[in-house]
């Protein structure tokens, strides 16, 4: 595990195009399965594994492959917790970094960053590491944003559009007790997506096109309850 820690730290991108493969990654996992070798591999063996898997997470957000399998381990009970990294662990070195990089919206955190790896005091790199880390949860943060938008939008939308097809089949009473059951259902589920949007809304008031997008998508949410409302009262 050291060797390996030392290959990462600094031979590059091929060799972490490599330990981001599942093929690899599944070896490191049968260390911590019971299927495998979980069962008689000392604690101490595997929690460096898992402190090394995590801190692949952490230092190579964009591979989804390393992320999936960590996550795996969690859903399994195999990890129990995130392990608490050690402040004087040297991450590797990043690579010529793309463009987009998520250091390249705030030069002044690029700078720093820049300026305390560059360093050779311990103190500094334990302050680049501390610095990596907090940007890289800010920004899975903002992912995760951006995820729940864009999967309430999408919900919304899908029930709204369902509701109404529904709601006009109600209207020309042609709706199955099957049908009645499932609109009843679509109109407790929209009920609770109503506070989701406004949670959205303070989330994106910085952002005037986003935040025209979840008004417009909470319109169309008031607008297909008070359909129901009149239509099913009416009945």
Not at 40 to 51: A, G, H, I, N
Not at 205 to 213: F, K, S
């Amino acid at each position: 595990l050291q060797v390996l820690e030392t290959c990462v730290n600094n031979c590059g991108d091929r060799f972490h195009s490599e330990i981001a493969k599942f093929r690899f990654l599944n070896e490191l996992i049968k260390v911590l399965s019971p299927k495998y070798y979980g069962t008689w591999s000392s604690e101490k063996v595997k929690l460096r594994v898992t402190e090394v898997i995590f801190s692949w997470t952490v230092w190579f957000p964009q591979e989804v492959k390393i992320r999936d399998a960590y996550q795996m381990l969690k859903k399994q009970g195999i990890v129990k917790e995130d392990p608490k990294l050690p402040e004087d662990k040297i991450l590797p070195p990043p690579s010529p970094r793309p463009q987009n990089s998520i250091f390249d919206t705030d030069e002044e955190k690029s700078k720093l960053l820049a300026r305390l790896l560059k360093s050779n005091h311990p103190e500094d790199l334990q302050a680049a590491n501390r610095l990596i880390q907090t940007v890289v949860r800010e920004e899975q943060e903002k992912s995760a944003q951006v995820s729940r938008r864009v999967n309430t939008i999408s919900e919304v939308s899908e029930n709204v559009k369902h509701m109404e097809q529904l709601l006009e089949n109600y209207r020309r009473q042609e709706l199955s007790p099957a049908d009645q059951e499932t609109l009843q259902t679509l109109f407790q589920r929209c009920e609770k997506l109503r506070p989701l949007l406004f949670r959205l809304a303070s989330e994106a008031v910085a952002d005037d096109e986003v935040l025209a997008e979840i008004l417009q998508a909470s319109d169309k949410l008031t607008r297909a309850l008070g359909q129901y409302r009149q239509v099913v009262s009416r009945q």
